[in-house]
């Protein structure tokens, strides 16, 4: 495995990417919601607002992929096949390597993400009752604890 920067020509996979990982890790949002999400998701990956990493596999394969923006993890998706495979520490290990203080904003509902960053270090440092675009999905604030383990 490997981490790369992310190409103007990487777009369409990382959004499959996206949406994949989204059904089927985000029971909790609705289908309504997920498509209101897509229009926002493409301007995202082809903006260039954010860093984004990309975690390869040998072969090359886009495994899932990273969004920083300054010291924050704007988004951390992985296609459900490559799930457990250790692309996502990767791609933490890779955030952390660039930024020591490290921030997350995880769904609530999403249990497994909350204990995957947990698992890297991070702990919860406040909640929002609302997502960034204000509908009922609850946001947990996680920072990377100073000197935390290697996820």
């Known amino acids: ?45 082809s903006s260039g607002e954010s860093e984004i990493w990309v975690a390869c596999e040998g072969s090359g394969t886009i ?32 955030a952390k390597s660039l930024c020591s203080d490290l921030t997350v904003d995880v769904n609530e509902q999403n249990a497994a993400a909350r204990q995957f960053y947990e698992a890297c270090g991070f702990v919860v440092e406040g909640r929002s009752e609302l997502d960034e675009q204000g509908r009922p999905y609850p946001l947990l604030h996680m920072r990377l604890l100073a000197g935390a383990a290697r996820c």
Do not use: N
């Open 1 to 45: 495995m490997f981490i790369r920067k992310a190409k103007p020509t990487d777009c369409e996979v990382l959004f499959k990417c996206w949406l994949t990982s989204v059904q089927a890790t985000h029971t909790f949002v609705s289908a309504e919601d997920i498509e209101s999400m897509i229009p926002y998701v493409r301007s995202y990956l």
């Open 63 to 94: 495994m899932g992929f990273m969004g920083l923006s300054g010291s924050k993890m704007e988004t951390l998706f992985l296609a459900p096949e490559f799930h457990g495979r250790g692309a996502g520490r990767l791609l933490v290990q890779h």
